[in-house]
């Protein structure tokens, strides 16, 4: 069994207040795109990077309604979210060139939710060997672009 560590996450983690609740829907209310790194939005949800990412490029598809179960989102609201989704993974492809992908939920605290009342997926680009020595003796992820730059990048394709 190979373990996925990400170390440098863990002051996120253990962090003592809560992120704050309404995050994603005053983002997703929000007209200013580029500061919040929104990169599209659809009929019911968006795209934006995440500011504490596993990996470059790791961004979320967020649905505009705050619900934290996936059994209250509609027929049309998955469709619509899964649509947003390959439209992303697509741009990531082509800016990035990831070797592969990671996608998923984090549903309760205990499985990782930093916002446990608002649903989001999370689309994670990887390469090859992208968990170096730097992650796992310094406590330092390298990442070689910054948010505004990867923001400019995908927006310019999609």
Partial sequence: MEHLWAPWRNSYVTQKS??????????????????????????????????????AG???IVPYRQLSQLEELSDDEWLDL???????KAALTEVMHPHGFNVGFNLGSAAGAG?????????????????????TTAGTRIHPNDLDGIWKQLTAVL
């Fill in 18 to 55: 809560p992120p704050d609740a309404e995050l994603f829907a005053k983002i997703g209310q929000s007209t200013d795109d580029a500061t919040n790194h929104v990169l599209a939005r659809s009929k019911s949800c968006f795209a934006v990077l995440n500011a504490f990412p596993y990996n």
């Fill in 58 to 60: 790791h961004l979320m």
């Fill in 82 to 88: 899964i649509g947003l989704l390959k439209k992303m």
């Fill in 115 to 135: 916002i446990v009342s608002h649903l989001h997926l999370h689309l994670v680009p990887r390469w090859n060997n992208d968990a170096n020595f730097m992650a």
